[in-house]
């Protein structure tokens, strides 16, 4: 999974946005923007950029479940050049008032971090197993007189721990920060 196929599938998801977002079950899409800090075993320097896409169905009026891709693009201690930090899971979502304005949720998911180092660093590239909770909300902007669709600010906090078996000493701990933009249809 590299950047070039993460920022295809973003671009294939902005015609989506035409749809909304349904109040009645049904698909969403979620880009989003943010930041990730690192841990240190993964070799960056401080807090680094993140974006992602969650594409997801809403189960039930309280339960969703969701497909996250993210990038964190990090700098690397030793100056030699960017790695990429990936991220993939599959998590579900406990939805509290959905009707309302402004519905809380928490989440819990399953997936893999994939680490791919700068060129000229001595570390490896690795893919671990990985999972991550976390929590935020949906504030609703946007919804037609018919409630088949709608629009939703979605800031969320999660923080995802990646399981050290080899590659990744120490279990990393990586808070990442992102406000997304939810288009339900």
Known sequence: MGRPWTVCLLMLCAP????????????????????ITPDKPWGAAGSAALYGVDLGAQLSAAWNSELDVEDGVLHDRADSGHSNLYGIALAALRVFNRGDLLAPYVSLGVGASCFAPAAHSALASRTEFMWQAGGGALVRLWEPADGASSLALRPEIRVRWTHGWAHAPGN????????????SF
Request: no cysteine.
């Open 16 to 35: 989506l946005t035409a749809h909304g977002q349904s109040a009645d079950g049904g698909w969403y899409v979620n880009p989003y923007l943010g930041a």
């Open 172 to 183: 990393p701990v990586d808070p990442l920060y992102g406000l997304g933009l939810t288009f």
